[in-house]
C-alpha cells in the first residue's frame, strides 16, 4: 500500500508538472508580434543611367521601416523616381508565382485582372505605389511593361524602361518589416531602372520573302 501511495504521489506531481509546462511551451514557440496584419509596402521605381546601375552596390543596406531619405546619394547623381510604371504584386501560391515574366502580354493581363486593387497599379506623380498586403506572408512584386505608361522623362523623344535590378521584388512578411519595436505598419522598397529609346528595325521584303533595300 505504501508503494502504492507513493506512485500515486509521484504520478500527481508529474502531472501537475505538465499542466503548468505545456502552456508555456505553447506560447515559447510564437514570435510577439508576427499576427496577422495588413502592410503598406511603398514601391519606389528608380530611373538610373546604365552607369550608375552598372556601379550600383546591390548588397548596401537601407531600413526598410524608415526609406531612403536621398537616393541620389543612395543610388547615384543620376537616380529619380518615376510615375507611369505598373506592378502587380503576387503571393507563394499563387499559379504564377514564379513565372509571371514568361507569360505572354495577355496572359500577364488576365492574372493582374484577377488580383485584387490592393496589390497592383502605376506609381504617380511621386514615382511612388503604395500597396496593402497581408502578413504574414511571401510576395513577388512584378513590373507589368504592358501595363505601364512610362515614356520618358521629356516630352522630346520616347523612351522605354531597360536593364533592371531588385525585379521582382521579394519579400517576406513580417520579416521585411520587423524593427526593434515590433512590426511596421508600412515599408519602402525600391526597384531599379535604366530607360532607353526603344529602337525600330525596318525592313522591307519582296515576294519572294528576300531583303531589299527600296520598294516602288
Known amino acids: 500500500m505504501k508503494k502504492m501511495r507513493k506512485l500515486m504521489s509521484l504520478f500527481l506531481a508529474f502531472a501537475l508538472v505538465l499542466s503548468f509546462t505545456a502552456p508555456l511551451g505553447a506560447l515559447a514557440s510564437q514570435t510577439p508580434g508576427d499576427e496577422a496584419k495588413a502592410i503598406t509596402v ?50 507563394e501560391g499563387h499559379a504564377n508565382y514564379d513565372d509571371f515574366e514568361s507569360l505572354t502580354k495577355d496572359q500577364q493581363k488576365a492574372v493582374v485582372d484577377a488580383v485584387a486593387d490592393n496589390m497592383k497599379g502605376l506609381t504617380g506623380t511621386n514615382g511612388k505605389l503604395a500597396l496593402t498586403l497581408q502578413s504574414p506572408g511571401k510576395y513577388k512584386i512584378y513590373e507589368v511593361k504592358s501595363l505601364s505608361t512610362y515614356k520618358g522623362t521629356t516630352a522630346e523623344e520616347k523612351r522605354m524602361l531597360a536593364e533592371k535590378k531588385a525585379v521582382p521584388v521579394v519579400l517576406d512578411l513580417p520579416n521585411h518589416a520587423r524593427t526593434e519595436d515590433g512590426i511596421a505598419d508600412e515599408i519602402h522598397v525600391y526597384p531599379k531602372n535604366t530607360d532607353d529609346k526603344p529602337s525600330v528595325d525596318k525592313k522591307v521584303i519582296n515576294k519572294e520573302g528576300q531583303d531589299v533595300k527600296e520598294a516602288s
Open 42 to 91: 511603398n514601391v519606389h521605381k528608380i530611373l538610373m543611367s546604365k552607369a550608375d546601375l552598372d556601379k550600383h552596390d546591390s548588397t548596401k543596406e537601407y531600413r526598410p521601416d524608415k526609406g531612403i531619405a536621398n537616393i541620389t546619394e543612395f543610388f547615384g547623381e543620376s537616380a529619380t523616381e518615376i510615375e507611369g510604371v505598373y506592378f502587380v504584386a503576387l503571393k
